[in-house]
């Protein structure tokens, strides 16, 4: 709920800047005929460009990965959330921008000159960029519109190769703000939006020179780790999850159970993200005191599924984190739920370590109840060690296990037994958590937690 109320909150507030700034009211109340459609063009046009802008300084801003970022949006991977859907509002605002700037024929053609308003006033050394500044705009629009078609269908490109033209988009930002530098009016620049979007563009520029620097997830969050052990769990490379322990540096400040981090096994590939299958005391230490890591990890796509014989015990990788805000725990008058699907059962790992007799804290924990979807409850490698975590938890957590091979799937109806008022957590196929968000809507007691990994 957190993103669409950013979302949602970040749009008013450019609207409203617009509003006190443009006053539309005070020329559409006396335009009429030819004047009518000329004003209408022309508020359209600085509205939707204000969007754009406005979007895309959001979207610089969010991609630089700033811990305090979670706490307002409830946890990294919802800030990639609002990421993207700041991304595709930018990309739309962009269309409108373009759709009311080629409109002047058509409304030429039909209403004629009559009633166009003058050239806005810029800035006076922009005045010779006019015309540099609407190619670089529309250069960039056409340049955006792919990127964003690009992230969205993504059998289109595989992850590298997305990747590296996403690398474009600080570049593509750089030109829309030269754009928007000498084309907003000058009007508008000495009002209260002037000071709006001046410090969005500084901002927006800065972190899209910190990007091109290479400096995203480079700074006190990123550790240098060692690869202690690899292990496939099963006899298929292709299907079966690949168990990867990394010990991390003494600087190391420990996680939550149920976080994640984003993991970079080879520079090229970039980070991807990968939740913490351990809780912080969950393994024992190296001989030198460094913590270990367990991260289990579902081959995917081509580079998870080669990963096994890819990794050495020994081989330095880079962690940046951790993130997220998924801790299994709710409302003290709520009943807690978890749903696992998949891959998704790793934090629920975590979560469950972190109660096994001798925890720290786990008597400031709530019992839980747990549903594990798996295709094939013989052949999950994960499902007895899932099974002998649960027998011992403290506080409780009893679990149900969903077995597609034997034609038992979860459904809402599954957890209505355990009252009106849940504490939903769920990590797990897209599927899944659409079907429990679509019954969580028409059960007003029912409050969702998901784990949104949709980082593309």
Not at 14 to 37: D, I, N, R, Y
Not at 89 to 115: N, P, Q, T
Not at 225 to 254: I, S
Request: glycine letters at 10%; a positive charge.
């Amino acid at each position: 709920m957190r993103v669409p109320v950013a979302f949602g909150a970040w749009l008013l507030l450019l609207t409203a800047a617009w509003l006190t700034s443009a006053l539309p009211w005070e020329a559409l109340g006396s335009a009429q005929g030819a004047a009518l459609w000329w004003q209408l063009r022309q508020h359209a046009l600085y509205l939707s460009g204000v969007w754009s802008i406005g979007m895309m300084s959001l979207v610089m801003l969010l991609s630089l990965r700033q811990r305090w970022m979670e706490w307002p949006l409830g946890g990294m991977d919802q800030v990639y959330r609002l990421h993207k859907w700041a991304g595709i509002a930018a990309a739309v605002a962009a269309v409108l921008h373009w759709a009311a700037d080629e409109s002047s024929d058509f409304i030429k053609d039909i209403w004629g000159k009559a009633g166009r308003p003058a050239r806005e006033v810029v800035w006076s050394w922009a005045v010779d960029w006019r015309g540099s500044a609407k190619d670089v705009g529309e250069f960039a629009f056409y340049a955006l519109l792919v990127m964003v078609v690009l992230t969205l269908w993504q059998r289109l490109l595989p992850y590298r190769p997305w990747r590296y033209i996403h690398r474009v988009m600080p570049v593509l930002y750089l030109l829309l703000a030269f754009h928007t530098l000498a084309l907003l009016p000058l009007t508008f620049w000495q009002a209260p939006i002037g000071l709006l979007m001046a410090a969005l563009l500084a901002l927006g520029s800065g972190a899209a020179l910190w990007s091109l620097a290479g400096r995203i997830g480079r700074g006190r969050n990123s550790y240098a780790a060692q690869v202690q052990a690899v292990q496939l769990l099963g006899a298929d490379a292709g299907t079966d999850p690949v168990e990867v322990v990394c010990a991390m540096p003494t600087r190391w400040k420990g996680h939550h159970p149920g976080q994640f981090v984003f993991v970079s096994f080879e520079g090229l590939e970039g980070p991807h993200p990968f939740t913490i299958a351990s809780a912080p005391d969950g393994y024992a230490r190296t001989d030198d005191g460094r913590q270990l890591l367990r991260l289990v990890i579902k081959p995917l796509g081509d580079y998870t599924q080669t990963l096994h014989a890819r990794l050495q015990p020994g081989q330095t990788v880079r962690i940046e984190g951790p993130y997220g805000h998924f801790d299994g725990q709710g409302a003290a008058r709520r009943v807690q739920v978890w749903i696992a699907g998949g891959v998704g059962i790793t934090p629920f790992l975590a979560l469950l370590q972190a109660r096994q007799p001798g925890a720290a804290n786990a008597a400031d924990l709530q019992p839980a109840h747990m549903h594990y979807c798996t295709r094939d409850a013989e052949r999950d490698v994960l499902l007895p060690q899932l099974r002998a975590l649960c027998a011992q938890a403290q506080p409780r957590v009893t679990l149900q296990v969903h077995d597609a091979a034997q034609g038992d799937y979860l459904t809402p109806e599954h957890l209505a037994q355990y009252g009106a008022r849940l504490d939903i957590w769920l990590c797990g196929p897209a599927g899944l958590g659409k079907a429990m968000r679509q019954a969580a809507r028409q059960r007003w007691g029912w409050r969702m937690h998901q784990e949104a990994f949709q980082m593309r």
